[in-house]
């Protein structure tokens, strides 16, 4: 070496070795003082490095160990005669730490970083590198490694990093790009494979009786893998000749598990990585290991969208040949067949929905998450899929199971443009770059952006950003993640939007033509409709056609992603017309990203929700933030919808009565009409529980009555020219009495009124009817919003009662006729709307029936139990399967609330928490009081919930009421699974149906008490 670098040498070591690069200076000062001199030249190339304090480390310790051996003079002479070895050296010490660790434990494997060595190995070299390792022939037929012993085991592995140590020192010193390393890392990867497998010959006796073959997936398979991965396989085998297929594959499962401990069990060499086989047919829970035969008949008949996407990437990688090369032959047409599936896109896109919301989006590692944070990896990965699955069926050029590789080819068919493709190409070389740095710090398995700034220098250093390594590498990181997110958001759809648009003829691609069969594969059902709402919404040069045309490809994809894409798009264009010529719509809608994703969905899930919008559209404001969705509490509502009221009732004069009263009430109706939308929009974004809902439409069902009584009695005391002779209240009955309304639901009351002291009675009943009346009739009145149907029908002798009753009438009438049903309707009854005295004194007189004290005889119960059968004999719709039905079918709702209203009826005298008029409440008293099991419990409520959720969510898809769960219409059917959160339909059924069997087990027990 030149003249060697000692601390007397210069006056402030530590000066210039912070010149250099050295975070620690002091610390590099010491040890270079206390072991080995570095000449001026080996020490700026360490100071060169990504992490100059960790390659002096890691070069200190490789020339201790190196001298301990005896080869300490080989290893300076390279690094002083051979600058490609120092070079290759000195980057992998200043990136790895894993590495730097393991040349300190095998000095003598510098040597595959020189020139020669540093070249990349085939794939049969490697095979038969690691192959030799563990003892096995590699030109052997069927190679068996000399033992499974621990000792075998450290070799695999060592001969493993040493292969990897030369890939890392090409790789960080640019001989090798992205594609070359991930390829070589996935032939590494198969070479040990095989040598695990080997090695589980060695340990499987009688391994002879089947022939198993290796099938690789995910990285591994596509030849792009990491250097740190789980990898991802499938086995397939069948018996050698002679042999019975059973026991074939008893042998073949042992010699696959086997394989998987030869590669990821722990020794003092540690582990090479997991191998994972959850990809095979039925997961976790399937066989490991099964025959060609039975892996074609999953495929054919049992296999999610998912699986054939894994299957882009399947790849014969160990094992016997032929029989994996037959099994590619076996899947792939079943691969390219999948698109043709109706919900085939839609599948892939609940697959990605899933992936996003596994992550929180908002945590902070979910910022830093390469991989499946907003415009990370995965992002590419998908879309790249997607197109991959729904054009390779007929361009075969686009069946590569490489990343960049298919998206060249996407590329060249025009199904991406070009300037589209070459940014996700460069972030997605970034992205994988940044992920090999990471992993290779420790060799472990990491997909997380560290936040230390010292790791963060060592990234920005080693991508050669070097004036403000951390400040470079974040800008660049951020601007290719931001980069990924907007192509992947309106990858489908720009080239639509140029053809629909007529921009000039070289830049829109693709015909109309195409453009409706892309529309079609991304699950349009009118392509046609959809370019024609394009096309309007976009035409022209106007500032609202420009915003337009910068939204739609982002909202085409989320109109995608809902359950109905062309009713969304439909729904849009609607609003569009109507706020179009308002500056700030389409100014939120581009600015807040929430505002329009939220729209989209909603519009593509919900009839119910886009007719609302569509007759308030300003409602699109609240869309923004999860706190203008939240329910309003009743008292907010209570006092708009009155101080509307007492805007338009202030005005003197008969002859305006009936215009100001349906004024003040028309106003009310667009407050309903707007927290109808606010609670529908939380409802489908999932940010409400069923109950949290049933409580928040009876609010809004009851400030509407009351605001309604108040506008009715104000208007027939003008026409009394009077104060009215008597006071009124509301009782709300059934599940407005209950607090769980639908949205659907019909209001069900009773009306009461007291006459004042000294007013004749007939002529308060008339003044009270004629309230009564008025109210009907102002909710009634034709209006932009869903109806509001007062139903008085629970009233005392029903519809040949009268309309209103006095409290006494009440009295007497239960004194002397009531019935055991009528107490059980009781139960519901909450008089909580009018005059709050008379409210509180209809209570009173309540009570005592609904909650009779002893509860009731056993007369009583068999006459509950016939009405209820003959109820659902009557009152259930013929030629439906009453299993089904989510009200009146065993299981129901109405089994559920009949049996917790037995209950009450029996026990609520003495149980205080039974007196209530909400299901869920009287059930967990129950429970609480020991009258039913709490399993017991738990199973009604869970059934109530899911009925219950399954009603809103068929209003909200289709816009009409059902009590049944909808199967007949396969669109309607799957929209209702999706806006619930269930990957498929017939997992929403069979979930229905497991609860409704469970449930209605407890009521035979509870309610007709069968043992």
């Known amino acids: 070496m030149s003249a060697p670098w000692s601390p007397e040498r210069r006056p402030s070591p530590t000066v210039r070795l912070a010149r250099l690069g050295f975070t620690d200076p002091g610390r590099a000062h010491r040890l270079l003082a206390e072991g080995e001199s570095l000449d001026d030249d080996l020490l700026a190339a360490v100071g060169g490095t990504p992490d100059p304090d960790l390659a002096l480390t890691g070069l200190l310790r490789l020339l201790a160990a190196a001298d301990e ?27 790895s730490d894993a590495l730097g660790g393991h040349l300190a434990r095998h000095p003598g494997h510098w040597t595959v970083l020189r020139d020669g060595g540093g070249d990349a190995p085939t794939a049969d070299g490697l095979r038969a590198a690691l192959l030799r390792a563990v003892g096995a022939d590699p030109d ?54 095989e040598a695990g497998l080997a090695v589980a010959r060695a340990e499987v006796e009688g391994h002879g009786a089947c022939r198993l073959a290796v099938i690789g997936m995910g990285k591994a398979g596509g030849r792009e893998l990491n250097y740190v991965s789980d990898v991802d396989v499938v086995f397939v085998a069948e018996a050698c000749d002679g042999h019975a297929e059973d026991a074939a594959l008893r042998v073949a499962t042992r010699l696959a598990a086997a394989m998987m401990r030869a590669c990821s069990a722990s020794t003092a060499e540690g582990a090479l990585w997991e191998v994972d086989a959850a990809l095979r047919p039925e997961g976790k829970a399937g066989p490991l290991v099964r025959t060609l035969a039975s892996h074609r ?35 792939a047409p079943i691969v390219w067949r999948a698109a043709d599936g109706e919900s085939f896109v839609a599948d892939v896109q609940d697959m990605r929905r899933r992936v996003e919301t596994h992550l929180n989006q908002r945590t902070a590692e979910a910022e830093r998450q390469l991989k499946l944070g907003p415009g990370g990896l995965r992002d590419v990965e998908f879309a790249v899929q997607l197109l991959q699955l729904v054009h390779g069926r007929t361009d075969e050029s686009l069946r590569s199971p490489t990343t960049l590789d298919a998206l060249a080819a996407l590329s060249r068919g025009g199904y991406v443009g070009r300037d589209d493709a070459a940014a996700l190409t460069a972030a997605y070389r970034f992205l994988r770059q940044v992920e090999h740095l990471i992993q290779l710090h420790r060799l472990r398995r990491t997909h997380v952006v560290p936040d230390a700034e010292a790791d963060l220098r060592r990234l920005g250093r080693a991508l050669g950003l070097r004036a403000d390594p951390v400040g470079e590498f974040t800008a660049r990181w951020r601007r290719h993640a931001r980069e990924v997110r907007r192509i992947h958001e309106k990858l489908f759809y720009r080239p639509l939007l140029r053809a629909v648009a007529r921009l000039p003829e070289e830049e829109a691609r693709l015909t109309p033509e195409a453009a409706r069969t892309r529309l079609e594969a991304l699950g349009y059902h009118d392509p046609a409709g959809a370019l024609r709402h394009i096309e309007a919404l976009t035409a022209g040069v106007s500032r ?13 994809g989320w109109f995608a992603d809902a359950p109905d894409p062309d009713g969304g798009l439909l729904g849009f264009r609607q609003v569009s017309d109507a706020l179009g010529t308002t500056p700030w719509y ?39 933030t999860a706190a203008e969705l939240t329910p309003r509490p009743h008292a907010a509502l209570r006092g708009e919808a009155l101080a509307a009221v007492r805007r338009h009732t202030d005005a003197e004069g008969g002859a305006n009565g009936t215009l100001l009263a349906e004024e003040a009430v028309a106003v009310v109706r667009g407050l309903r009409r707007r927290e109808l939308f606010r609670v529908a929009v939380a409802d489908l974004l999932g940010l409400v529980d069923v109950g949290t809902v049933g409580e928040a439409l ?61 007013a004749d009675e007939q002529e308060a009943g008339r003044a009270a009817y004629a309230v009564a009346e008025e109210l009907r009739r102002l909710l009634a009145l034709p209006a932009p919003d869903p109806p509001l149907e007062i139903d008085p029908n629970l009233r005392p002798e029903g519809r040949r009662g009268p309309l209103v009753r006095t409290l006494a009438s009440y009295a007497a009438y239960y004194a002397r006729w009531s019935e055991p049903w009528e107490a059980q309707a009781l139960l519901r009854a909450d008089p909580f709307i009018g005059d709050p005295e008379l409210c509180a004194r209809f209570g009173a007189l309540i009570d005592p029936l609904r909650w009779p004290d002893g509860g009731i005889d056993e007369a009583a119960v068999r006459q509950i139990r016939r009405l209820k059968a003959r109820m659902e004999s009557e009152r259930l719709p013929r030629g439906v399967d009453r299993r089904l039905h989510t009200k009146l079918g065993p299981g129901g709702l109405s089994d559920v609330e009949w049996a917790a209203q037995l209950l009450q009826l029996r026990h609520a005298h003495d149980v205080p928490g039974l007196r209530t008029t909400r299901t869920l409440a009287a059930l967990d008293a129950a429970a609480d009081a020991g009258l039913l099991d709490r399993s017991d419990a738990g199973v009604l409520a869970d059934a109530w919930r899911l009925a219950t959720r399954i009603r809103g969510t068929t209003m909200l898809v289709r816009g009409r009421p059902s009590d049944l769960l909808p199967t007949e219409h396969h669109r309607e059917r799957s929209a209702v699974a999706r806006v619930l959160r269930y990957p498929a339909t017939g997992e929403l ?20 008490g069968a043992d």
């Open 69 to 95: 051996r005896g080869a300490g003079g080989g290893l300076r002479a390279a690094l002083e005669k051979e600058p490609a070895v120092r070079a290759r050296l000195l980057a992998v010490l200043g990136v």
């Open 140 to 193: 052997a037929e069927v190679p068996l490694a000399r033992d499974a012993s621990p000792e075998t085991l450290v070799a695999l592995r060592v001969e493993y990093r040493r292969h990897l140590l030369a890939l890392a020192g090409r790789d960080l010193t640019g001989a090798a790009d992205l594609a070359e390393v991930a390829a070589a890392l996935a032939d590494l990867a198969a070479a040990a494979l």
């Open 297 to 331: 008949a999953y495929y054919e008949r049992w296999a999610k969208t998912w699986e054939f996407q894994a299957l882009l990437k399947a790849r014969p990688v160990a094992g016997d040949t032929g029989l994996g090369r037959r099994y590619l032959e076996m899947t």
């Open 544 to 556: 609202r056609a420009a915003i337009q045309r910068t939204l739609l490809p982002v909202m085409l």
């Open 586 to 624: 389409l100014r939120l809608l581009r600015d807040e990203v929430t505002v329009a994703e939220r729209m989209a969905w909603v519009l593509g899930s919900s009839r119910y929700a886009t007719d609302l919008l569509l007759r308030a559209p300003d409602a699109v404001a609240m869309l923004g």
């Open 698 to 758: 009876t609010d809004i069902a009851a400030v509407t009555v009351e605001a309604a009584l108040r506008t009715a009695r104000h208007k027939i005391e003008l026409e009394l020219r009077g104060p009215l002779p008597t006071r009124m209240a509301v009782v709300a009955m059934g599940r407005f009495g209950g607090h769980e309304l639908g949205y659907g639901s019909d209001a069900d009351v009773m009306f009461v009124h007291d006459p004042v002291p000294g």
């Open 989 to 1008: 059924l069979e979930d229905y149906r497991r609860h409704a069997r469970r449930a209605r087990a407890v009521v035979d027990r509870v309610f007709y």
